[in-house]
């Protein structure tokens, strides 16, 4: 009889029902955690599926560079990227306004307040600080001379790092261009106008006007037309010499026009003579 009441004790349907409800939580939590489990070895799943078949719709990774035996400089937020030829890449952190020397051998670059010549691993061969923002070294054609802005001033420094000097402080910082095969440089004054000058000998220059607001100045390969690119407009000049023939694709009477529209040139005893390509 006492063990038929206990039975009948236990089953009291209110403790019947606590006893499901704390079986339906157990049940909920196992399960719980199995989905999370599940959802943790789909996401790692997925990151090992990317990693080995790649990402959908995402641009092929840099494998190699199209030229064999060469090297890409990359210029980025974090600093200069070194890309050789077969894809490998190396960061130098903090540098930026960096510059191939003629041969590829070294690089010229900005580091804080100072100008570096250093090789593509990283070793630094000489540095040079400055008071003024440094930046856009250029090197001459012959890797000889280095050009660059510090504040205000253009300098000029030799490609051992010696013989650092200001070439002028009428400048516009951040456009200039060494000619093939020679040590003049051409860049902008604070008028606007193109200069030309011998680093070498900086008494002998020559003084180009133009209406065009210019941003970029390129020679072409074998050294005698100036490319000045501007705003809204493209002007091309020449120094006095022979005839370069047809050296643009439009006509010669529309080049003829587009040179007087423009340019200008100022001559003195004390000026190499350049002149505008129009006859």
């Known amino acids: 009889m006492e063990r038929r009441e206990g039975r009948l004790r236990g089953t009291n349907p209110r403790a019947a029902q606590t006893r499901l409800a704390a079986h339906r939580d157990r049940r909920c939590r196992r399960s719980g955690r199995r989905r999370s489990r599940d959802s943790a070895r789909a996401r790692v799943f997925g990151s090992l599926r990317d990693a080995v ?3 959908r719709n995402a641009a092929p990774a840099l494998l190699s560079l199209p030229a064999p035996h060469t090297r890409l400089l990359v210029q980025s937020r974090e600093g200069a990227w070194v890309v050789q030829s077969d894809g490998s890449k190396r960061l130098l952190r903090g540098y930026h306004n960096a510059a191939w020397s003629p041969h590829g051998l070294y690089l010229a670059a900005v580091h804080g307040n100072e100008l570096r010549a250093l090789e593509p691993n990283g070793a630094v061969h000489w540095s040079i600080g400055r008071a003024g923002a440094i930046r856009k ?3 001459s054609f012959d890797g000889y001379r280095v050009a660059y802005f510090a504040g205000p001033t253009l300098r000029v420094i030799y490609g ?3 013989h650092d000097r200001a070439l002028t402080r009428d ?3 951040g456009v200039s261009a060494w000619q093939p095969a020679s040590h003049a440089l051409a860049y902008l004054n604070r008028a606007g106008n193109i200069v030309i000058r011998n680093v070498d000998l900086p008494v002998h220059f020559a003084v180009i006007r133009t209406r065009l607001t210019l941003r970029q100045l390129q020679w072409t390969r074998d050294g005698r037309l100036l490319v000045a690119t501007g705003s809204h407009g493209l002007g091309v000049f020449a120094q006095r010499g022979p005839s370069n023939g ?7 009477r529309s080049r003829r026009r587009h040179c007087r529209q423009t340019a200008s040139t100022s001559r003195s005893s004390r000026r190499e003579p350049a002149r505008a390509p129009c006859k």
């Open 171 to 173: 400048a516009r910082p």
């Open 160 to 162: 051992d790092g010696t």
């Open 246 to 252: 047809g050296s643009t694709p439009a006509s010669e």
């Open 53 to 55: 078949r790649g990402e």
């Open 137 to 139: 070294p250029r090197w």
